[in-house]
């Protein structure tokens, strides 16, 4: 109990840290709002009517306090780049199609990479793991985008597997939804494969010479018990810290994966907020993404004892 | 033997996943089909069409609106007393009539008959009076509507707007959108006359028009449907072109176009000019610039031709001075040839102006811009060969807007800038102190000239003195203008009818589906 109420204290005092540094750059950056809004065709009345509606005549504390207030109690506030969005409609459209491609994009890494990475500590040296290994370093190779681009040009183009940019909402359909983001999630679950599939190996690789093992063996078990039971346990642990930060990140919206299939997520909310100066916005997902790191760190901690009983707080 | 029963039941859900995402596509193969029927070209009603923008709207109230990426959007919504023709004319729209009192300072309209907004109602000289006086008030004291004397309201069908002095150009901005009074949230409720009506609207995502059944001009519009898509990143939007995921994409680049033409006769390439004034603006202020000389040795250094062949195919409308080509009755050509390419000549001017050693230049582009950006890079290229050391500083749009925009802050930006059909909206921004006067450009003899055009009545009279403003800037080289770059846009074949305007327009209204075509 007082382990949670520690992490909940920590929560509160980064986001609170984080939401600081946001508003500071935010407002050391040239640019505003207004301006970017209405472009060079305003007059300067309307620029100076809009400032004074988004506030941003406001000395900076004020602003940054008015927002705080609102935030504490659920209210983020109107998007500046959008004139009839809410903050929170925004995030509510985009959330689920970033939670939607994130979990199917887990889904792949885990069911594919766990598999893969077992298979090629246990035939290590034999052509399997070389094969492995050689597609793993390609795929680690290629950068996010250019995967992306190269299957939408085959599966897209070529092929017509799925028509590049033709996205269903969830609120249409959830398994037409579900069904336009499997190349997405593919473009988002490759290298994350290949780089569990690598860390699996070497984890388990690692593990295989130490003296618990021999014991094992020397009580009798069989190889497969042995690599499942005993070793695998172990080798598990360095894992899962490394599927958490794959999963904090791609529960923050996969930037680039989304501008190049055309997905209105997060990410792509994100980046489009960044160059509006939309500050309500680009503080609300800041706010999400932080919060989600640090969640996501907190469930690892508890699933730690779960997998290795003498891990203490 | 486990593991692989999982991993082979696996790829065939992730294959059989994949077949299904395509069973609902709707990329029919149209193009072959398309290619043999192109030379009939019978509009007929019905259909729907996407069309794709790398931006995303500022606001749907049209009152509200100052890019003209989104008030060519919203073209299709709403309308004023007069629209825009594709010539560059204005033709009555929701009235039916007009007159000009002598002295150009009573504007006196008559509403036509029969026409209603998208929500079923009549619009009424009521209606008029409130959106002109709205859209007044939104513009403010520096806008052309500080004339506005008063919307007198003279009978059922008809209005009169009365200015404080004589304008013969106010009928331009009398183009400004008819919306009900009653209609409490333009933006969110978006209510007009125009050719389609309102469906809705997803920020980042798309904006969807239904077809305006009772639209007062008879057969128009032919679809009764249009999208407009928002996708940020132009490579991605080619891509859904290419993919029929989107019907009609513009400012394609000639790197594209030339895609498009070797995959066959999928698309039909129209071209067009995307009506800005493309230069590199100087600040007049900056202490070489603000020598007349460097600046017109500046004007020689650059190669507008190879700028042009080099980026858009010598599609492009060389131009030399700030106004488009398109405004006819204003346009002075003359302009263009004041300055040819010209090294030594510049090298000479240089040595004049005690440059001859060169100098450094910073351009400032935004970023996000490529056609500014590779201009600017050819810019650089052509300054070396007379000594002036140029470097290239890219920076967001946003970071533009206040920097070089708003501040002033800058050397020299390559930029283009839109306007309106009134010559006064191109031309009053070299006025000295005026706040958008980019160039810091100052000149006695353009700001006496420039009041003499502004009260001048007569249109003749009036285009001779725009001329002269033009001969002006031209001659003192206030920038280096450039371009009124070609605009490629590419619709798939199987549609017709794209037709360009002079001002911010993409009218949906003429689009048509050829007959045989198919959907």
Same mark, same amino acid.
């Given at each position: ?68 207030g ?24 985009r ?12 889904v ?39 995967l ?62 130490k ?8 009580r ?94 | ?21 395509c ?9 072959s $089909?398309? =290619?043999? @029927?192109?030379s009939?070209?019978t509009?007929?009603?019905? %259909?729907? !069409?996407?069309?794709?923008? +790398?931006? *995303? ?8 609106? $100052?890019? =003209?990426? @989104? ?8 309308? %004023?007393? !007069?629209?825009?023709?594709? +010539?560059? *004319? ?8 007009? $007159? ?14 029969? !026409? ?39 009978d ?9 002095e ?48 009772n ?5 128009a ?145 935004p ?64 006025g ?32 001779a ?55």
């Amino acid at each position: 109990m007082k382990y949670i109420l520690k992490k909940i204290v920590t929560l509160i005092i980064t986001l609170l840290f984080i939401s600081l540094i946001t508003f500071t750059a935010f407002s050391v950056i040239p640019g505003d709002a207004a301006t970017a809004r209405l472009g060079t065709d305003a007059t300067p009345e309307q620029v100076a009517q809009l400032r004074e509606e988004m506030g941003l005549d406001d000395p900076l504390p004020e602003r940054y306090v008015n927002w705080l207030g609102g935030a504490i109690r659920g209210d983020f506030g109107d998007s500046y780049q959008y004139d009839t969005s809410t903050v929170a409609s925004l995030m509510a459209d985009r959330l689920p199609v970033t939670l939607i491609l994130a979990v199917m994009s887990l889904v792949l890494i885990l069911v594919i990479s766990v598999p893969l990475g077992i298979v090629s500590a246990r035939y290590a040296g034999k052509w399997l793991d070389t094969l492995i290994n050689q597609v793993s370093q390609v795929t680690m190779a290629i950068p996010a985008f250019f995967l992306g681009i190269l299957i939408t040009y085959i599966f897209g183009l070529i092929l017509s597997w799925f028509q590049p940019g033709a996205f269903v909402d969830p609120s249409v359909s959830f398994w037409g939804c579900v069904a336009s983001l499997i190349f997405p999630a593919i473009a988002v679950a490759l290298p994350k494969i290949a780089m569990v599939v690598k860390f699996l190996r070497n984890s388990i690789l690692s593990e295989m010479p130490k003296d618990y093992v021999r014991t094992a063996y020397s009580r009798g078990n069989g190889k497969s018990r042995v690599l499942y039971v005993h070793i695998l346990r172990n080798a598990l642990i360095p894992v899962i810290t490394f599927v958490a930060i794959i999963i904090a990140e791609i529960m923050a919206g996969s930037i680039i994966v989304e501008q190049v299939f055309g997905i209105p997520g997060m990410g792509q909310l994100l980046i489009t907020s960044i160059s509006a100066r939309d500050y309500p916005v680009v503080q609300a997902i800041v706010t999400y993404i932080t919060a989600i790191v640090v969640i996501v760190n907190f469930l690892v901690d508890i699933l730690y004892r779960l997998v290795d009983p003498r891990v203490k707080a | 033997m486990k593991k692989n029963t999982i991993l082979c039941s696996l790829l065939v859900l992730l294959v059989s996943a994949a077949l299904c995402a395509c069973g609902g596509d709707k990329n029919t193969e149209t193009s072959s $089909t398309a =290619a043999n @029927t192109s030379s009939e070209d019978t509009p007929t009603t019905g %259909g729907s !069409v996407v069309f794709g923008m +790398t931006q *995303d709207l500022v606001s749907l109230d049209p009152h509200q609106i $100052t890019d =003209a990426g @989104t008030r060519s959007v919203v073209f299709n919504i709403y309308e %004023g007393l !007069v629209k825009p023709t594709s +010539t560059g *004319d204005l033709e009555p729209a929701v009235a039916s009539d007009y $007159t000009i009192s002598d002295d150009a300072k009573t504007y006196t309209f008559t509403l036509r008959d029969g !026409v209603t907004f998208h929500d079923g109602s009549a619009v009424t000289a009521e209606d008029v009076k409130y959106s002109i006086e709205r859209y007044a008030e939104i513009q403010g004291e520096s806008s052309a509507f500080s004339l506005l004397d008063q919307v007198e309201i003279v009978d059922e069908k008809t209005v009169a707007v009365h200015l404080t002095e004589g304008n013969s150009e106010f009928l331009a901005n009398l183009t400004l959108a008819v919306i009900p009074k009653a209609n409490e949230d333009p933006a969110g409720n978006p209510v007009g006359t125009g050719p389609f009506k309102y469906v809705s609207y997803t920020p980042g995502q798309n904006l969807t028009l239904a077809k305006n059944e009772n639209y007062w001009k008879e057969g128009a519009p032919y679809l009764d449907e249009v999208q407009f898509k928002f996708i940020a990143d132009t490579d991605t939007a080619f891509t859904q072109l290419q993919a029929g995921t989107i019907d009609i994409m513009n400012y394609l680049t000639t790197a594209q176009v030339q895609t498009l033409s070797q995959s066959g006769s999928q698309f039909e390439i129209v071209e067009g000019n995307m009506n800005l004034v493309h230069a590199m603006f100087l600040n007049n202020e900056y202490e070489p610039l603000s020598d007349v000389r460097v600046r017109q040795a500046l004007c020689y250094a650059v190669d507008r031709d190879a700028i042009n062949s080099f980026l858009f195919d010598g599609k492009s409308h060389i131009i030399g001075s700030h106004m488009i080509p398109s405004l006819q009755t204003w346009y002075e050509p003359e302009a263009e040839t004041v300055y040819t390419y010209d090294v030594n000549k510049a090298k000479e001017l240089l040595a004049e102006a005690g440059y001859g050693d060169g100098f450094d230049l910073e351009i400032t582009v935004p970023s996000s811009y490529s056609q500014h950006v590779d201009t600017a890079q050819i810019i650089v290229e052509q300054l070396a060969a007379v000594g002036i050391n140029a470097t290239i500083q890219k920076v967001e749009w946003s970071t533009w807007l206040e920097d070089v925009y708003t501040n002033r802050n800058y050397q020299a930006t390559v930029i283009g800038f839109d306007g309106t059909l009134a010559p006064s909206d191109w031309l009053q921004k070299y006025g000295t102190g005026v706040s958008n006067n980019i160039a810091n450009y100052s000149n006695e003899e353009y700001d006496s000239i420039l009041e003499q055009a502004l009260a001048a009545i007569d249109t003749d009279e009036k285009a001779a003195l725009y001329k002269e403003l033009q001969m002006n800037l031209a001659e003192n080289a206030a920038s280096v203008y450039i371009e009124d770059p070609a605009d490629f846009v590419a619709m798939d074949s199987r549609l017709g009818g794209y037709t360009f305007y002079p001002t911010a327009a993409w009218d949906m209204s003429v689009i048509y589906v050829k007959e045989g075509a198919g959907q």
